[in-house]
């Protein structure tokens, strides 16, 4: 008998995950042209060519038995060490090997700090909406995942909200902008003032509340929207970060967590987050990869792309009478179901073979998630679709 938790967890498994393996068998019956799979923040641009240099580069003239060993939980030291520059010449940041913590993905590494934390009951406050994992990765150790709201139409944080969320059992708060699902960046202004909260927040309830800057989407922005350094605004701020969506690996599962020096009691801190690593099985990130990951660190991938889906979708469906946030970042267009229970519009897109996601499982209902990270066939394939959906729904007239 699987344990209760897990029946939980599976009875609320992921609707995209869902929708995904949906896309799959409806290619196979209609043939995957005829498909329009906008379910799944899966690359479609592939890894930049630097990436497989840098394999081939590796692989033929590096010491294999050091490539494919065990290191330190924390990662390979040249490598934590070359990203903290990396970042140093960024952010005008003194990141040090100790520093970094490369992980397996955003995911990992943010299991790691959760588990690093969270004792039961203790709580997370994130926005909404919001990837829809952080519940059942907040639900691993036991915490509680608070949802403050965000306010229509721009989906920036509403800071009463939040003010008013925070209590002696918030531990963490988790921030994720480039925003999944919206694409929105949350504002220089918004931040502030949420540091503004966070400390007097601090000072009030004397106690540490940590803020994660989940940023799978950082490289991802566009019409020269600038993405804010948190750890710039906030000292008790974690970065994680990944190179799933900018460098498309996200099967390769790479990515590393930022413990600045600033963090209260950083010293165990990181080493309670380097146990973590090793004893929640990871044991430590891909070997292979941790060295790809750290030559690569220049890399583009092909934001222009997206770009183009981007405003490919947005006219057409703003066009066709559809409300939708214009995306600033990441790769999602975030869409109100024109009827109340999105549920049914869903359903009614998946009636025309287009696969798009409820905004309930992003704690966000009335609204839809379209992954636009698909080809433009796809986008433009798909697109007399969305008319008709409109039609039906007697949009724009
Ligand atoms: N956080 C957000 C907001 C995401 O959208 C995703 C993946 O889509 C992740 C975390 C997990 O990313 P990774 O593949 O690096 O584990």
Redesign the pocket.
């Known amino acids: 008998m699987i344990s209760e938790k897990m029946q939980g967890f599976v009875k609320n498994s992921s609707a995209i995950r869902a929708m995904f393996e949906e896309g799959k068998k409806l290619a196979a019956q209609y043939g995957p042209e005829n498909v329009y799979d906008f379910s799944l923040?899966n690359p479609n641009v592939p890894a930049p060519a630097e990436v497989k240099d840098a394999i081939l580069d590796i692989i033929n003239n590096e010491n294999p038995v050091l490539v494919h060993g065990y290191m330190n939980n924390s990662g390979f030291e040249d490598v934590r060490k070359t990203i903290a520059e990396h970042l140093n010449a960024q952010y005008h940041s003194r990141y040090s090997e100790k520093n970094i913590l490369m992980t397996?993905?955003?995911?990992?590494g943010?299991n790691v700090i959760l588990k690093t934390f969270l004792n039961p009951g203790d709580e997370v406050i994130t926005f909404t909406p919001y990837?829809g994992?952080y519940r059942s990765y907040v639900g691993n150790y036991g915490g509680v995942l608070v949802e403050a709201a965000t306010k229509e139409p721009a989906f920036e944080p509403d800071l009463a909200d939040f003010a008013a969320k925070i209590t002696n059992k918030t531990k963490i708060v988790i921030i994720?902008s480039p925003n999944?699902p919206t694409g929105v960046v949350y504002s220089e202004r918004t931040l502030v003032e949420i540091a503004e909260i966070l400390y007097e927040k601090q000072a009030l309830l004397k106690q540490p509340i940590y803020l994660l800057s989940?940023e799978?989407?950082r490289e991802l922005a566009y019409d020269g929207v600038k993405v804010p350094w948190l750890p710039g605004y906030y000292l008790n701020t974690i970065v994680g970060y990944?190179f799933?969506?900018s460098l498309s690996l996200?099967g390769e599962?790479i990515?590393y967590l930022v413990l600045p020096n600033e963090i209260t009691d950083f010293e165990d801190v990181a080493s309670a987050a380097n146990t973590a690593n090793r004893i929640l099985g990871f044991v430590n990130a891909p070997s292979l990869m941790q060295r790809v990951a750290a030559k690569c660190l220049d890399a583009k991938t092909d934001v222009a792309f997206y770009d183009e889906n981007r405003q490919l979708l947005y006219n057409a469906l703003t066009e066709d009478g559809f409300t939708c946030v214009k995306p600033q970042g990441a790769f999602y267009l975030w869409v109100k179901s024109p009827e109340e229970d999105e549920k049914a519009f869903v359903f009614k897109a998946k009636e025309r073979n287009l696969l798009i996601v409820p905004g309930s499982s992003f704690g966000c209902k009335g609204w839809v998630r379209i992954a636009y990270c698909v080809s433009h066939e796809t986008v433009k394939n798909a697109l007399p679709k969305f008319k008709s959906l409109a039609e039906e729904y007697g949009l724009g007239k």
């Open positions: 923040g397996v993905g955003a995911a990992g943010m990837f994992e994720n999944n989940d799978p989407y990944s799933s969506k996200p599962r990515g």
